[in-house]
């Protein structure tokens, strides 16, 4: 197998989407999925590298796993669904923490999925999108989370990293709303955020940081006494 250059991580609640964006992407479709164990990922050659994208699982017994997934990232995609603010929340409160381990130099981009199921009709057309389920809107809900709560969402996350706003890539830039379902803007995200990578993966090679994932940093989540893991 070759070996990655760089690595982007998906982090994100359980059910928001993660496995499915990155199936839309790879394998060109949407096809049910079973909630992740773990990880896995998925390698795509980008220009002259090789970019690992690890699709993490959003379970609260897998959290432990997440920063050791992280470790020396160059892209963290943290994905929520438009239809649940608690997703978003989430992001925050249990998601960022995890990216500790990242390359100091990480990009975040934040991304809204199942955009499908919303009643937003003023999608603008996108030749990414391969079927039309996007034109109906009948019976569609109204959508939980605005683009302005993700532009918030990253402007804490410059806080909480301590970085300029001038020196990072601008936070409309690094919010998208994507649906698996559709294939709306999944390209245009993976491929943004590959363009992105390239200088970091370019400075990462020339100073040979550790790219493998260490099981031994893994520590499992303490048992309750119902069983459940805390
Ligand atoms: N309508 C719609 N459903 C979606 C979309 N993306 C994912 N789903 C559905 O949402 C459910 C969860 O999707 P997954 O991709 O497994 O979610 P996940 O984030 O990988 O979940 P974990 O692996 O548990 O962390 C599945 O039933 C998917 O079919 C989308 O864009 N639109
Ligand atoms: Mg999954």
Redo the contacts with the bound molecule.
């Keep these: 197998m070759k070996k990655p250059d760089g690595k982007v991580v998906l982090l994100?609640d359980?059910?928001?989407?993660?496995?499915?964006l990155l199936h839309r992407y790879m394998e060109r479709r949407f096809q049910?999925?079973v909630?992740?164990v773990g990880g896995a990922f998925y390698l795509k050659q980008w220009g002259p590298y090789n970019i690992s994208i690890w699709?993490t699982?959003?379970?609260e017994q897998f959290h432990g796993l997440g920063s050791m997934y992280c470790r020396g990232a160059a892209a963290v995609i943290l994905?929520y669904d438009v239809n649940s603010l608690q997703s978003l929340t989430e992001l925050e409160e249990r998601f960022l923490a995890l990216t500790d381990s990242a390359s100091a130099d990480c990009i975040f981009a934040i991304v809204g999925?199942?955009v499908?199921?919303t009643d937003d009709c003023a999608l603008p057309p996108d030749e990414n999108r391969p079927e039309k389920s996007v034109a109906s809107c009948g019976s569609k809900v109204r959508k939980q989370v605005h683009a302005e709560d993700a532009i918030a969402l990253y402007k804490k996350i410059l806080k909480y990293k301590m970085l300029d706003e001038k020196d990072v890539p601008a936070a409309e830039k690094m919010c998208f709303e994507t649906?698996?379902?559709t294939g709306y803007k999944v390209d245009y995200l993976f491929e943004t955020v590959f363009e992105m990578v390239v200088p970091i993966i370019v400075r990462q090679k020339a100073e040979g940081p550790p790219q493998t994932v260490d099981i031994t940093d893994y520590k499992p989540a303490k048992r309750t006494k119902s069983g459940c893991c805390a």
């Design positions: 994100g359980m059910n928001v989407g993660k496995t499915s049910e999925t909630s992740t699709d699982a959003g379970r994905t999925n199942k499908d199921l649906s698996a379902k």
